[in-house]
C-alpha cells in the first residue's frame, strides 16, 4: 500500500491531511516533530512525504536534506512562508514541490496523486530502460549511464534525485546545443511553463553543486544568459 508521511507541529492541520489521504485509500504515518519523523525514516521510507518548514526541533529544510542523503520518494514542503528564495531553496534542496499555507487540503490531495504518479511512471520507465542496449555519455570526467541511471566524477558515484538526473541527461542528450528553460521544464515536469518559474534555475543550481561547479566558470552545465543552458561535446 502507498504510504504517506506528514511532518507538521500544527496537529489540527496534520491531522486534517492524514484524514484525507486515507479517505484516498492511502496509509498515513503522523510526526509532529522532527525527531519524530526520523523515527519512521529509519522503520521504512514512505512513498511520499508532506514536510513542513517550520518544526520545533529540526527545521524542515535539514530534515530535507537527511532525507535526500539516502532516499529519493517525493517531498512537498509546507509552510506559511511564500518568498520565493523559500521555494528556492527547498527546491535546490531536492523537494518536488511546494505548498504555501493556508491550503485546500483537496490540492493537496490532488498534487500529492499528481508526484505519486510521475514518480511511478519515472521508476517504470527506469526498470524498461535497464533491458535495453546501455546508453552511456562521458565528457571530461562526467560519466552519465541511462540504462543504469548512475552519475559518477572523475570515478566517484554522485547521488541525484529522478529530477535533476532527467535533467542532466536531456542537456546530455542534446550536447553542443542550447536547452531553453521552457523546454526543460516542459519536457520533465510535464506542465505549462511560466515566465517566473524559477524550478529550472533552483534544480540546476543544486545539479552545479552536486558537479562541484564553480558558479562563475562552470566546467559542464553552462548558463548562455537569455536562451538556457547547455553541455558542451
Known amino acids: 500500500m502507498t504510504e504517506i508521511l506528514i511532518v ?11 484524514a484525507f489521504l486515507e479517505n484516498e485509500g492511502y496509509r498515513v504515518q503522523v510526526a509532529y516533530t522532527g525527531k519524530e519523523a526520523l523515527g519512521h525514516l529509519d522503520q521504512a521510507p514512505p512513498s511520499l512525504a508532506l514536510l513542513d518548514v517550520m518544526l520545533p526541533d529540526i527545521d524542515g529544510f535539514s530534515l530535507l536534506r537527511k532525507i535526500r542523503e539516502t532516499a ?4 512537498l514542503m509546507l509552510t506559511a512562508k511564500s518568498e520565493d528564495l523559500d521555494k528556492i531553496t527547498g527546491l535546490s ?3 518536488d514541490d511546494y505548498i504555501t499555507k493556508p491550503f485546500n487540503p483537496l490540492e493537496v490531495v490532488a498534487r500529492v496523486k499528481t508526484q505519486l504518479r510521475r514518480y511511478q511512471t519515472y521508476n517504470q ?3 524498461v530502460l535497464n533491458l535495453q542496449q546501455l546508453d552511456e555519455y562521458d565528457y571530461n570526467g562526467l560519466f552519465v549511464s541511462k540504462s543504469s541511471h548512475k552519475v559518477a566524477l572523475y570515478g566517484k558515484e554522485i547521488k541525484l534525485t529522478p529530477l535533476e538526473f532527467k535533467i542532466l541527461w536531456y542537456l546530455c542528450s542534446h550536447a553542443g546545443k542550447v536547452v531553453s528553460s521552457e523546454t526543460l521544464f516542459e519536457t520533465v515536469w510535464g506542465e505549462k511553463y511560466l515566465d517566473n518559474n524559477n524550478t529550472v534555475m533552483a534544480h540546476i543550481a543544486r545539479l552545479r553543486e ?6 562563475r566558470n562552470p566546467k559542464f552545465i553552462k548558463t548562455v544568459w537569455g536562451v538556457g543552458y547547455t553541455i558542451e561535446k
Open 8 to 18: 507538521d507541529d500544527e496537529k489540527e492541520i496534520a491531522d486534517m491531511l492524514a
Open 93 to 95: 534542496l531536492g523537494a
Open 72 to 75: 529519493f520518494f517525493p517531498v
Open 210 to 215: 552536486k558537479l562541484h561547479e564553480p558558479p
Open 125 to 127: 520507465g527506469a526498470a
